[in-house]
């Protein structure tokens, strides 16, 4: 295998670690390059909204330049990367370059570089806190999408290969057991955490749980399946537990778009409906 496949493949498996983490990352690659120039055809860097970075498209002012342009693709640039699906700049390495369509470098290489820069956003992987009707109406609807899920219920008939084959994760645990495994970090992996239980007593505490572990961020939001009355108690306990009205007021209750849905399938339409649009918000 030659030197600059090795390196192209330990880009994109690092992009796709990030991506499994949960995180969005903004990729440079170089897709023409001539004269004295560092990075070669096929070069490739990326960032992720956290400060990480790796790979690299040659260094110096020209690295620099496209990294600044990346994170600001991340940060704040998201509508007009959807609209457009990214963007391609042409380089040139030459300080005085004058009266061409392309961007100059303060250097004296005499190069000219055209990199192509995109984000790519994880897909939505779901927790499904509760893998009863409306949970595996769910995953089905996920499975649809391309979307990943992954099940969690203290009863094994309900979070088993049998009954959800294609789930990334199974957790037939209890609350606690699910909650020492899991911290901030690991929990970034879900897009969505769903409270679909079939006990308001094991909805609550996974709730107060998560919520400890949260700092109000939107990853993982958080959702609960039921009443505003439920809403309310589940409100006040997590309140009087100490967690900040502002981390308990992240949580969706009730979940779902308004679409009159009523039957499990119809309600699975409307969660996850709700979620594509928080995602493209």
Not at 130 to 153: E, K, Q, Y
Not at 240 to 251: A, N, T
């Amino acid at each position: 295998m030659a030197t600059r496949d090795i390196v192209t493949k330990a880009v994109l498996t690092w992009v796709l670690d990030m991506l499994e983490g949960g995180q969005s990352v903004a990729m440079a690659s170089v897709i023409e390059a001539s004269g004295s120039v560092p990075g070669k055809p096929g070069a490739r860097m990326a960032v992720t909204e956290n400060g990480a970075r790796f790979g690299t498209i040659g260094g110096a002012g020209l690295e620099m330049k496209v990294e600044n342009a990346l994170r600001s693709m991340l940060n704040g640039g998201r509508a007009e990367v959807r609209q457009k699906g990214g963007k391609v700049e042409t380089f040139v390495l030459y300080k005085d370059a004058k009266e061409q369509e392309a961007t100059p470098l303060d250097s004296l290489c005499g190069g000219r570089v055209t990199v192509s820069m995109e984000v790519i956003d994880p897909v939505p992987h779901i927790l499904i806190a509760g893998g009863g009707h409306v949970g595996r109406s769910v995953a089905l609807v996920c499975d649809t999408l391309g979307w990943s899920h992954s099940v969690f219920d203290v009863r094994e008939d309900y979070a088993n290969e049998e009954i959800y084959p294609y789930a990334s994760e199974l957790y037939p645990i209890s609350v606690n057991e699910f909650l020492q495994r899991e911290d901030f970090d690991s929990l970034t992996r879900f897009s969505d955490i769903l409270l679909l239980g079939h006990d308001w007593s094991v909805d609550q505490d996974m709730l107060l749980g998560l919520l400890e572990k949260s700092d109000g961020s939107n990853r993982p939001r958080i959702g609960a399946i039921g009443s505003k009355a439920k809403w309310k108690s589940f409100r006040e306990a997590a309140i009087s537990q100490g967690i900040s009205e502002s981390v308990v007021d992240s949580v969706r209750c009730p979940i779902g778009l308004e679409i009159g849905a009523e039957s499990p399938e119809e309600i699975a339409v409307a969660v996850c409906a709700e979620i594509m649009a928080l995602e493209k918000a």
